[in-house]
């Protein structure tokens, strides 16, 4: 099983240009988060879906835009990268989310490293 | 708001050692509690969890009691391995987020 996809693996940026980072998972899971991890920080929740066509903010937002047209893809998107952006990306899924006692297990990504100049 | 507290890393120690990873939360309610490890060049996964107080979870050697009287989850392992460095993350479950302790980097020397 692929588990948890993500593409690109590493891209670098100039200000101001725009990307898109693609999660892919085939576990049929119903949730799926995008997390930044800075060192020192852990994880921050950047957004994050309960299901196709449903999206909501997380803990940093700001500068990001995503999508779940498809239930197994989950995209994030910056419009105009800035060097606070240079991060690892982590994407996860899970089955029945947080919130729900002893059932929530995030099933995580390889990582995607964004590097912006 | 709900928190979690790790110590600071690295922590370096021989092949054979006991491992103590201290991590401490603030938070309503009971949640459930999580460690997640990620080695090196790879996303987390799911390492142990426990989900109500005094609850023990254990995997590949590693254990963590929920103590509620001391709002903590110490994940512990009587004799690491070389295999075992890693980033170690604890987390607890909150209001359908998952809020992490900022890591606890493991080194262990042959």
Redesign the interface.
Known sequence: NAG?TQTPKFRVLKTGQSMTLLCAQDMNHEYMYWYRQDP??????IH?SVGEGTTAK??VPDGYNVSRLKKQNFLLGLESAAPSQTSVY?C?SSSL???T??A????????SRLTVL | GDSVTQMEGPVTLSEEAFLTINCTYTATGYPSLFWYVQYPGEGLQLLLKATKADDKGSNKGFEATYRKETTSFHLEKGSVQVSDSAVYFCALDSNYQLIWGAGTKLIIKP
């Open positions: 948890v020192g920080m852990g994880l921050r929740l994050y997380g803990e982590f996860a989310g947080t919130g006692s002893g929530n297990v995030l099933t995580f990504g390889a990582g």
